[in-house]
């Protein structure tokens, strides 16, 4: 059997960002469509959870009454057994995530379908790094097992404190399916680097042909969401959705209102730097319509920027998308131009702004380059985009993987 038909076809499998939280999906097997009874397009920027795992029981039934009268199971045992069995899928998750070459994620959880079914759901989990990038991606293999264990085994094993030993017992039924899912085969690396490459293409491919944001059927870029200890961006904090606000944005003042003192003009063009973090940084900062583009851990963003230079500490405030219909998220900054660089500082708590040049989001960025107008091609404008964001990330360049894709 090929390869594809294996992984693709024959089985279920995912692809997912390896460091976002969740580890929202970014590809979707045939098998997972076939499984699941989603459309591809309908599990493309979802949480795995979110879409199939407890969070999706809870918000199509509340109460869990419908679980319990088809699987025959009490409110309390519902509750502490799908509470068990997440906390140990989230606990392998941390796991791989921690030291992926020793250790392979695999859960038992319930899982519902597109239809309402629930299931119980052998999942194996690890973490790959793309062979030329070096950027991670989450892979996540699913098999229905409820032949074998029910729901209600599941679930009343799990609020018993036997999960453990349920798992246990799957271990040679493990084995066997890593054994037929070859994964150290040279062809099943390389398939599912070619999907990573495929995956990472479509991300970061959102802008059409006249240079305008095309349609995108992906939430964000990435969620992830989480701060520092100390609320700051992190050097590993990756950027949400890649859209940009047109000019009659909430988010975006007038002219009149941006064009303050010879600092805005001054800070036009591109710049680059190192957190304190270690992370590096890149903005390149455009004067038509307020438009920053940033590329952060090998994400890329486009975002809008205000600049009020009226005060001691000139402000910068800096507009996150979130994604479709969501309001924008404010970052409050600081800036200062002087013989060193661009002194720049992200808040360090969520609704607040720096007083100092100094902690775990500031940077000392160097200018490297004049502003470079946006390009009204896809072709111009994605390895700007594309070769930034992996020379941040891993000093490879991809506009290369996108030359070759758009040769295919």
């Not at 920027?305 to 900054?333: A, N, Q, T, W």
């Given at each position: ?31 997972f ?104 991606y ?41 054994e ?72 975006v ?9 010879s ?9 680059s ?57 404010l ?60 020379a ?17």
């Amino acid at each position: 059997m090929l390869v594809q038909d294996r992984l693709s076809t024959g089985g279920s499998f995912i692809l997912c960002d390896a460091l976002a939280v969740g580890f929202p999906i970014r590809y979707a097997s045939q098998g997972f469509v076939d499984l699941f009874g989603f459309k591809a397009s309908e599990c493309i920027g979802k949480k795995c959870g979110d879409l199939v795992g407890s969070p999706s029981i809870y918000a199509h039934d509340a109460d869990l009454k419908a679980l319990t009268a088809a699987h025959g199971v009490s409110h309390d045992m519902a509750t502490e057994g799908l509470k068990a069995v997440t906390e140990r899928a989230q606990e392998e998750c941390r796991k791989m995530a921690a030291d992926p070459t020793a250790h392979m994620g695999f859960a038992l959880v319930v899982n519902r379908k597109s239809d309402g079914d629930l299931f119980v759901c052998e999942v194996l989990m690890q973490i790959s790094h793309h062979t030329g990038t070096g950027w991670p991606y989450s892979v996540g293999f699913q098999s229905d097992i409820t032949d074998d264990i029910s729901v209600a085994e599941l679930l009343k094993s799990a609020a018993n404190g036997k999960l453990d030993a349920l798992i246990a017992s799957r271990n040679d039924a493990k084995n066997k399916h890593l054994e037929n899912l070859c994964l150290k085969d040279k062809q099943v690396a390389s398939y599912l680097n070619d999907k990573a490459e495929e995956m990472w293409y479509t991300l970061l491919n959102c802008i059409d042909a006249t240079g305008k944001p095309a349609p995108q059927s992906i939430a964000s870029l990435s969620t992830k969401d989480k701060m520092s200890e100390t609320g700051g961006l992190t050097d590993t904090t990756s950027i949400s959705s890649m859209t940009i606000k047109g000019a009659d944005s909430a988010s975006v003042v007038s002219d009149e209102d941006f064009n303050q003192g010879s600092l805005a003009s001054w800070l036009w063009g591109s710049w680059s730097g190192k957190m304190a973090g270690g992370g590096m940084v890149a903005m390149q900062f455009f004067s038509d319509g307020h438009r920053v583009l940033i590329t952060m851990s090998g994400k890329v963003i486009q975002a809008s920027y205000r600049l009020d230079s009226r005060r001691d500490m000139v402000h910068l405030d800096i507009f996150m998308p979130r994604g479709s219909g969501d309001k924008d998220e404010l970052r409050k900054c600081i800036v200062k131009i002087d013989a060193n660089g661009l002194h720049f500082c992200w808040p360090s708590s969520a609704g607040d702004r720096a007083s100092r040049f100094e902690g775990p989001g500031f940077l000392l960025m160097q200018h490297s380059g004049d502003e470079l107008s946006m390009p009204a091609s896809k072709t111009a404008w994605m390895p700007l985009a594309m070769g930034a964001a992996a020379a941040l990330a891993s000093g490879v360049a991809i506009g290369v993987l996108l030359r070759r894709k758009r040769q295919m």
